[in-house]
């Protein structure tokens, strides 16, 4: 199955700095990633659309001026949490969904915030 | 609006059947997917139900009724590692993916 590589798996940052997340499909072209944001024993809850080569499409009360998106190529999409605060701290996880009959995964990062 | 609802959790012993149940109500239906997530792990995908009736994959089934608008996961001869949350999820009319809040399910010996 097509592979979805994320990266990092874990990072903490102190408040008010800014965190980059790294997505790569590496044996596909991902022309929509979706990012997602989980709390603990809360489902997943999607952040953005990512396409590649355009604004990513934001969903109600993500803040865009907070959690950039950037998908300039086929094979990576960043999401950057900037001034992060604790509140921030979450499991982000990027997904490519295909047409056919599965979403494939990163492995995930989870942000702690101090 | 939208929604899918799965209880929240489930405990079942090692070696027996447990069935999870998914309602949903959405804008379309394109397909309903079962996902296994481990605690600190991303979603793994476990089965993919477009018609009625069930798949079956090994120890996992899937049951889909698109007039019900329900499906259930049955898992048999549960193992220690079965233990994680099950999410159930939807596709609707635009292709957008709905996520239930996820089974818990917790296996005991």
């Known amino acids: 199955g097509a592979v979805v590589s994320q990266h990092p798996s874990r990072v903490i940052c102190k408040s008010g700095t800014s965190v980059k997340i790294e997505c790569r499909s590496l044996?596909?072209?991902?022309?929509?990633m979706f990012w997602y944001r989980q709390f603990p024993k809360q489902s997943l809850m999607l952040m953005a659309t990512?396409?590649?080569?355009?604004?990513?499409?934001?969903e109600q009360g993500v803040e865009k001026d907070k959690f950039l998106i950037n998908h300039a190529s086929l094979t990576l999409s960043t999401l950057t949490v900037t001034s992060a605060h604790p509140e921030d701290s979450s499991f982000y996880i990027c997904?490519?969904?295909?047409?056919?009959?599965?979403?494939?995964f990163g492995q995930g990062t989870r942000l702690t915030v101090v | 609006g939208q929604n899918i609802d799965q209880p929240t959790e489930m405990t079942a012993t090692e070696g027996a059947i447990v069935q999870i149940n998914c309602t949903y109500q959405?804008?379309?239906?394109?397909?309903l997917f079962w996902y296994q997530q481990h605690a600190g792990e991303a979603p793994t995908f476990l089965s993919y139900?477009?018609l009625d009736g069930l798949e079956e994959k090994g120890r996992f089934s899937s049951f889909l009724s698109r007039s019900k608008g329900y499906s259930y996961l049955l898992l048999k001869e549960l193992q220690m590692k079965d233990s994680a949350s099950y999410l159930c999820?939807?596709?609707?009319?635009?292709?957008?993916?709905?996520w239930g809040a996820g089974t818990k399910l917790i296996i005991k010996p």
């Open positions: 997904s490519q969904q295909g047409d056919g009959t599965e979403a494939f």
């Open positions: 044996d596909f072209q991902a022309t929509t």
């Open positions: 990512s396409n590649e080569g355009s604004k990513a499409t934001y």
């Open positions: 959405t804008s379309g239906f394109n397909g």
């Open positions: 139900n477009v």
């Open positions: 999820a939807v596709r609707d009319q635009d292709y957008q993916l709905i």
